[in-house]
């Protein structure tokens, strides 16, 4: 343990060195035009939710009539990817609009101290990358933050650039006080340009949508809850699976009855035409589709296939895209739209005036959870052709994502998928993230997610 500590203690010394060389930036934005009226942007991130089971991505069940109907009214991309399978390194990505590569926030950390006590620190972002609040505080927009879960908060520096900013450390069951929290934030400050995150946390495991939920798509109203029971690499439940996945889907339809209270709010206050509601989520969910559950571990499509809507003044209604986007592209997109110049570089791109649909989306940050270890390290998209790398890179396959969008059949490594994956995978880092000692309570709940 000794010498784990001297090597850590090395490591952090030389990123503690290596950041103070980074320089910082104060003005990011150069300018804001003023696009016609005005133009507010409200970004819901749900977290845990994939895509395929929402009605619009063409779901059996009526999950989500509220976000049904935003987006006939807006543009949805049917091919959206995470660039992340957990929250931490998701969020990193939506912030900063760079890949996991790039921005590095995200494995937790083991350091060793003196008496081999085991001190863990989680990465934060790099207070030096310019972030999506921090940008639009910047270009003089109000703006709001709305987080619930614990690694979101203001420890992990993702409260900057909020003029108000709240964050509830395990947020289940949440979704009604938050919409709640919104609308009376909104009802003061409709008047103003105002840039507003809420990120709701109910649809992630325990799956315990709050009655009458519990019985949207089954029967039993005594059946509440079901969480995974997991003893070293065994699922001790796995014959709970169909029960899984209808009280998931509760939630699902729990949160999205919630998000119609907000949608209608917005209309009968006539914001519609000047507010971008974009819906989207950090990560999906595995219900053994590979064999295994929840998400962190693996990077197959049930995790990180995610919904992508967007709907506002300018945005094509009623369209399907399907071109494979990334979530790095939602903050140069939203900038854009909002009309803000900036000077940053992101690795994604705007996604809704025309650009380079030729591209590699790549993800990569699998968990270090400690109940499973994850076999591939990387991914990259290009066209529907993905290609996994595992941790030793010494192993790819592809998949055809058109042919196989359930990835059930692996063919050999594609080589230029080869070639593209592990350039991605030896891209420089340009975010130098910073640590944060979790107390006691994050420590629990991150330790109960198998996290740490
Ligand atoms: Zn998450």
């Not at 089971?53 to 091919?79: F, K, Q, V």
């Not at 620190?121 to 270009?139: K, R, V």
């Not at 059946?223 to 009280?247: K, Q, V």
């Not at 910073?434 to 996290?451: K, M, N, P, S």
Request: charged share 20%; aromatic share 12%.
């Amino acid at each position: 343990m000794a010498r784990n500590y001297g090597v850590n203690f090395v490591i952090v010394l030389l990123i503690l060195v290596f950041s103070s060389c980074i320089d910082s930036q104060d003005n990011w934005v150069v300018s804001r035009s003023q696009i016609g009226s005005q133009r507010n942007v409200i970004l819901i991130i749900l977290d845990t939710l994939r895509a395929d089971h929402l009605s619009c991505y063409g779901y059996y069940r009526n999950t989500s009539p509220s976000i049904d109907s935003l987006a006939a009214e807006g543009t949805m991309w049917a091919n959206a990817q995470a660039q992340a399978p957990w929250t931490l390194p998701a969020h990193a990505t939506i912030w900063t609009g760079l890949s996991v590569e790039s921005h590095g926030t995200n494995n937790p950390l083991a350091v060793y101290a003196d008496d081999d006590e085991v001190v863990k620190l989680i990465y934060t972002l790099d207070s030096n990358l310019p972030t999506m609040p921090e940008l639009f505080s910047e270009a003089g927009f109000s703006t709001r933050g709305i987080a619930n879960f614990t690694i979101l908060s203001e420890v992990y520096g993702f409260d900057s650039g909020f003029d108000e900013y709240s964050c509830h450390p395990d947020g289940e069951g949440r979704a009604g006080i938050s919409v709640d929290s919104l609308i009376l934030w909104l009802d003061d400050h409709s008047d103003e340009n105002f840039f507003c995150m809420m990120h709701l946390y109910d649809i992630h495991s325990p799956y315990n949508p709050p009655v009458p939920y519990n019985t949207a798509y089954q029967d039993d109203s005594e059946t509440e809850y079901f969480d995974w029971e997991i003893d070293g690499s065994d699922i001790l439940n796995e014959d709970g699976r169909d029960l899984a996945i209808d009280l998931y889907d509760g939630e699902i339809k729990w949160v999205d009855d919630n998000l119609g209270r907000l949608f209608g709010w917005l209309r009968e206050n006539h914001l519609e035409g000047e507010t971008l509601v974009v819906i989207m989520a950090d990560h999906g969910e595995e219900f053994l589709e590979h064999g295994w559950v929840l998400h962190g571990s693996t990077l197959y499509q049930e995790v990180l296939r995610v919904p992508l809507i967007m709907s506002g003044p300018g945005v094509e209604k009623n369209v399907i895209d399907s071109t494979f986007v990334g979530q790095f592209d939602v903050l140069p997109t939203l900038l854009t739209w909002a009309g803000v110049e900036h000077t940053c570089n992101f690795d994604g791109t705007d996604i809704l005036n025309g650009f380079n649909e030729d591209r590699v989306i790549p993800s990569s940050g699998t968990s270090n959870l400690s109940w499973r270890e994850s076999r591939y390290k990387a991914t990259t998209v290009h066209g529907y052709l993905k290609t996994l790398m595992s941790g030793d890179l010494e192993e790819f396959v592809t998949y055809d994502l058109f042919t196989d969008p359930s990835e059930q059949h692996p063919l050999p490594g594609d080589s230029a998928g080869i070639e593209e994956v592990l350039y991605y995978w030896a891209s420089p880092q340009i975010g130098t993230p910073g640590f944060a000692h979790t107390d006691e309570r994050t420590e629990q709940i991150l330790h109960d997610l198998g996290y740490i």
